[in-house]
């Protein structure tokens, strides 16, 4: 097992440089959001005022607008159809607020309009959810297994496991920056902020946008790192 152990001492290395490359960038977007919040929005309305706003404007009536507890935890549920706003987001009324509603909103939108990459995302979820559950022990079973019978189906097995997760990573990112682009035109277009505040909100929802592209690389090289360790036991 000590080529298992090195193996996964590998993708624990790969895993430890994207996870300092993650904290980073996460702590660079709570510094944005923070720096943004202390601009305030002239029109006044609060982060549930504008996405229920933007949900009118876009003929959406069945999805509610409810506050959940906790920082950067808003979201949108599609199976209950709501548009999740954290506390710091519901009920303020800044540039912060407004770009994390309307981004939310946006996903509400790509629900409505069937959205191609959120839709394939969705049915990601459940092989998803069981790859999550596995894979790290079927790749370390299946590599003890490989390297000491030479038999590298199981290890083929967790690395198709991982490849799910990799895959769903990027296809996180179109519906991410398709949800802001959504959130950012409905701002300009419905004149729901300022030049200033808009600049803020585009660039508070960039920094959103590169934790998801952080963690899509990671994945992508973890899941490189495995396949090349396959190869290499593949070819003994």
Do not use: C
């Not at 005022?49 to 506050?67: F, P, R, T, Y």
């Not at 996903?107 to 990601?124: D, E, F, G, N, P």
């Amino acid at each position: 097992m000590l080529g298992g152990n090195s193996m996964q001492t590998g993708a624990m290395v790969i895993g430890g440089i994207f996870m300092l490359i993650s904290m980073l960038v996460s702590k660079k977007l709570k510094s944005k959001f923070s720096f943004y919040s202390k601009v305030r929005l002239n029109n006044g309305l609060s982060g549930k005022e504008i996405a229920e706003k933007m949900l009118q404007d876009h003929g959406i009536s069945d999805v509610k607008v409810i506050s959940v507890k906790g920082q950067l935890t808003d979201h949108y549920n599609p199976g209950n159809k709501t548009v999740n706003l954290s506390e710091v987001v519901y009920g303020e009324r800044n540039a912060s607020a407004a770009a994390v509603a309307a981004h939310e909103v946006g996903h509400a939108v790509q629900h409505a309009q069937a959205y191609a990459w959120l839709t394939m995302r969705s049915k990601l979820v459940p092989m998803v959810n069981i790859s999550s559950k596995f894979m790290q022990y079927v790749i370390l079973i299946g590599f003890g297994i490989a390297a000491s019978t030479g038999n590298p189906y199981v290890l083929m097995g967790g690395i198709a496991l991982f490849a799910v997760t990799t895959t769903f990573a990027f296809v996180t990112l179109p519906v991410e920056f398709d949800a802001s682009n959504r959130a950012l035109a409905w701002m300009k277009d419905k004149n729901i902020v300022t030049r200033e505040e808009h600049a803020g909100a585009e660039d508070a929802l960039k920094w959103a946008a590169r934790t998801y592209v952080v963690a899509a690389l990671g994945s992508l090289a973890t899941l490189l790192y495995y396949i090349a360790r396959y190869r290499s036991v593949s070819n003994r």
